[in-house]
């Protein structure tokens, strides 16, 4: 057992390496940074820029909007993907085309998706003509807070996929015979898949949801790309806020920013963690 646990480190080493030097040095490393005033002497000024950040309007505003929108994708991703996988799950014939179609999102480049994006939400474009033809007026997707709308959906149909995947893989090892027995007792699909599915796959199911929401975190490169540095107010997120600073070679506002949003995710992740134990020790 000592062996075979010695060679397992053997292949892990690289690996360990790699994450101290580029990971944990740098952000042990960078919180000492964003105690210090960024002047040629670097002087020790303590919490006074986590004081100053946290009166910067910009800086409220785009933690704001970044917690809005991850609390807005983050559902809406796991909830779909879950119906998705299970209606995947029942078509085994010729479940894998739909399977691998539903992944093309996740491993196109952003860049061919946004021109996607804009095609379909500019002025003129797809979505106008569908929402005139119902009668409503054109909506300019692009500009103020209608924003909002593209770039979560632009989000939900890049990740969906990846959250499917994850699902379909819990699904599969569910007995069938559990199924069986819940169509004879009458049991419709969405019964069997809130009654029977979801307490059997409750750790992918978790899973999803914290990768989705650290996805959502990220979603500033959604934004990016379509409202630009300084897009709308009702889409300006945080990191936003930061790269706007790194240009400004603001490195001291960047990193207390960046370790403020980091307790504010520990914290988040830790209540989560509580939660699922707590759900899970209910269900067992």
Same mark, same amino acid.
């Given at each position: 057992?000592?062996?075979?646990?010695?060679?397992?480190?053997?292949?892990?080493?690289?690996?360990?390496?790699?994450?101290?030097?580029?990971?944990?040095?740098?952000?042990?490393?960078?919180?000492?940074?964003?105690?210090?005033?960024?002047?040629?002497?670097?002087?020790?000024?303590?919490?006074?820029?986590?004081?100053?950040?946290?009166?910067?309007?910009?800086?409220?505003?785009?933690?704001?909007?970044?917690?809005?929108?991850?609390?807005?994708?983050?559902? =809406?991703? *796991?909830?779909?993907? #879950?119906?998705?996988?299970?209606?995947? $799950? +029942? /078509?085994?014939?010729?479940?894998? !085309?739909? &399977?691998?179609?539903?992944?093309?999102?996740?491993?196109?480049?952003?860049?061919?998706?946004? =021109?996607? *994006?804009?095609?379909? #939400?500019?002025?003129?474009?797809?979505? $106008? +003509? /569908?929402?005139?033809?119902?009668? !409503?007026? &054109?909506?300019?997707?692009?500009?103020?807070?209608?924003?909002?709308?593209?770039?979560?959906?632009?989000?939900?149909?890049?990740?969906?996929?990846?959250?499917?995947?994850?699902?379909?893989?819990?699904?599969?090892?569910?007995?069938?015979?559990?199924?069986?027995?819940?169509?004879?007792?009458?049991?419709?699909?969405?019964?069997?898949?809130?009654?029977?599915?979801?307490?059997?796959?409750?750790?992918?199911?978790?899973?999803?949801?914290?990768?989705?929401?650290?996805?959502?975190?990220?979603?500033?490169?959604?934004?990016?790309?379509?409202?630009?540095?300084?897009?709308?107010?009702?889409?300006?997120?945080?990191?936003?806020?930061?790269?706007?600073?790194?240009?400004?070679?603001?490195?001291?506002?960047?990193?207390?920013?960046?370790?403020?949003?980091?307790?504010?995710?520990?914290?988040?992740?830790?209540?989560?963690?509580?939660?699922?134990?707590?759900?899970?020790?209910?269900?067992?």
């Amino acid at each position: 057992m000592f062996t075979r646990k010695r060679s397992a480190l053997f292949y892990l080493l690289p690996g360990l390496i790699g994450l101290t030097l580029f990971y944990i040095v740098p952000f042990i490393g960078g919180i000492y940074y964003s105690l210090t005033d960024g002047s040629y002497k670097n002087a020790f000024v303590g919490l006074q820029n986590y004081i100053n950040i946290w009166k910067n309007e910009m800086f409220l505003l785009g933690l704001k909007n970044t917690l809005e929108l991850s609390l807005i994708c983050t559902p =809406l991703v *796991w909830a779909l993907s #879950f119906i998705v996988a299970v209606l995947l $799950n +029942r /078509l085994k014939p010729g479940g894998s !085309f739909f &399977r691998n179609s539903i992944l093309m999102p996740y491993l196109m480049p952003s860049s061919a998706m946004l =021109l996607i *994006w804009l095609v379909l #939400f500019d002025y003129g474009g797809v979505i $106008n +003509r /569908l929402v005139t033809s119902l009668g !409503f007026m &054109r909506v300019s997707w692009l500009e103020g807070a209608a924003l909002r709308v593209p770039v979560i959906l632009m989000f939900v149909w890049k990740n969906l996929g990846f959250a499917v995947v994850i699902f379909l893989a819990a699904l599969q090892s569910i007995p069938e015979p559990l199924y069986e027995y819940a169509r004879l007792e009458g049991a419709g699909f969405f019964r069997q898949a809130f009654s029977i599915t979801l307490p059997m796959v409750v750790p992918s199911a978790f899973l999803v949801f914290v990768l989705s929401w650290i996805n959502a975190f990220k979603i500033f490169k959604e934004v990016y790309f379509i409202g630009g540095a300084y897009p709308d107010e009702a889409v300006y997120t945080l990191q936003n806020y930061m790269n706007n600073m790194f240009g400004k070679l603001n490195y001291q506002n960047v990193t207390t920013a960046a370790y403020s949003f980091a307790i504010i995710v520990f914290i988040i992740f830790g209540a989560l963690f509580f939660m699922q134990k707590r759900l899970q020790d209910r269900l067992n």
